[in-house]
């Protein structure tokens, strides 16, 4: 099992990632166009964050549950770093046997499928 720390160490490297690479944000910006809340719920760890993507770029990491989330993930902590790892064929495993649970707007969930 990952730890909290862990967890967050992937989701500041995300961030960082996103801040570094033009290309990436472009992609998330043309993906999602208008800003979005995002909200990750860690199961194992009975811990949740959010931050706002706009712009391409993700906002700062907000520990605690999100009331109003645009997105919602619910993933356990292996899962999730999985996920943030960019393993091939993690993110749809873990979809396809419910480990990894995505709650959006059909528009919202087109339009991210082009980033995994």
Do not use: F, Q
């Not at 730890?3 to 033009?22: A, T």
């Not at 990750?40 to 712009?55: K, M, P």
């Not at 997105?71 to 990894?100: F, M």
Request: proline share 3%; charged share 35%.
């Amino acid at each position: 099992m990952a730890s909290r720390g862990d967890v967050e160490r992937k989701l500041h490297e995300l961030i960082e990632r996103l801040d570094r690479n033009d290309d990436a944000a472009r992609s998330l910006s043309g993906s999602l166009p208008d800003p979005k809340v995002l909200a990750l719920v860690v199961t194992d760890l009975d811990a949740a964050y959010s931050t706002e993507l706009r712009e391409g770029r993700m906002g700062p990491l907000r520990e605690g549950h999100a009331d109003e989330a645009d997105i919602r993930i619910t993933a356990s902590s292996d899962d999730l770093v999985e996920l943030l790892d960019g393993r091939p064929g993690g993110a749809v495993s873990a979809y396809l046997t419910g480990r990894l649970r995505v709650e959006a707007a059909l528009s919202d969930l087109l339009r991210l499928r082009k980033l995994l």
